[in-house]
């Protein structure tokens, strides 16, 4: 049986490679699922991952147990990405508005899908519904991942996002309407009578190269037909955190508790 990580972490800090390594590889996984949640592109995912296990490594002596390990890394995770510089200027800078628009233009009369075309649908609804949360700023954006894709509790994800709870559940309230507001009018996943639907915009999509780039976000995803009618199967208020649910596991590309030595070295002065 694995060990807790609780105790592998009490054996890193006391020195054991063995256990820092076992660390690094119960983190990695959850962590890139955050940051790609987040960022909504494997790139620059796969890069906050690889600094986010540094930080995981290099704070592991300041972790003094009063919150659980998972809390805390969590925590170290969001710290990062709220703040790092090089993710804050990669923000698109997107707004419902301008993603609604976008949404609308080249839409065309919805055909019988195609074998090859089911394929496609799949990566542009998963590629389409995490880019919708870009639309939020990282505050909001952070406080509907954490409680509506994540599912954490409000004192949980209040303790990871260093806010009140009250706070927190302010921000998810708030995100929460206007994903709901938007996938109502824009997202035929959700709602029958919604403007957009995955076949009008496919053409589109192929011809501005949105689809058949990043295959890799809907591999093992459940099937485009499976999430309309697992969506269709919930209540109204809640389709549109169904949508935001259905996507694949999201592991790291990278073992990068295999690689920790490179990782952690210094590069070229």
């Not at 591999?219 to 996507?247: C, I």
């Amino acid at each position: 049986m694995a060990e807790k990580i609780e105790d592998e972490v009490a054996r890193a800090q006391g020195g054991s490679q063995a256990a820092l390594t076992e660390v690094v590889r119960q983190s990695q996984d959850r962590i890139y699922h955050l940051a790609l949640r987040m960022l909504a592109d494997p790139v620059q995912a796969e890069d906050a991952t690889q600094d986010i296990l540094i930080l995981l490594v290099t704070k592991l002596g300041s972790f003094r147990g009063e919150s659980s390990f998972l809390t805390w890394s969590y925590r170290v995770a969001v710290n990062h990405l709220l703040s790092a510089q090089k993710i804050r200027a990669r923000d698109p800078g997107l707004s419902f508005d301008l993603f609604g628009a976008d949404l609308a233009d080249g839409l065309v009369d919805e055909a019988a899908a195609s074998a090859e075309d089911v394929v496609l649908l799949n990566e542009l609804r998963v590629g389409c519904t995490m880019a919708m949360l870009l639309c939020l700023d990282m505050a909001h954006r952070l406080a509907y991942v954490l409680g509506d894709v994540l599912e954490f509790d409000h004192r949980s994800a209040a303790e990871i996002s260093s806010v009140p709870p009250a706070t927190h559940r302010q921000r998810l309230a708030r995100a929460r309407a206007q994903v709901q507001d938007f996938t109502a009018q824009h997202c035929g996943v959700v709602s029958a009578g919604a403007r957009c639907s995955c076949p009008r915009r496919l053409p589109a999509a192929q011809r501005a190269g949105r689809v058949g780039t990043k295959a890799v976000l809907s591999r093992d995803a459940p099937g485009y037909q499976q999430v309309l009618n697992q969506v269709a199967g919930v209540e109204k208020d809640l389709r549109a955190m169904k949508a935001q649910q259905a996507m694949a596991a999201f592991s790291s590309p990278r073992d990068f508790a295999a690689h920790l030595e490179d990782i952690l070295s210094p590069g070229p002065v």
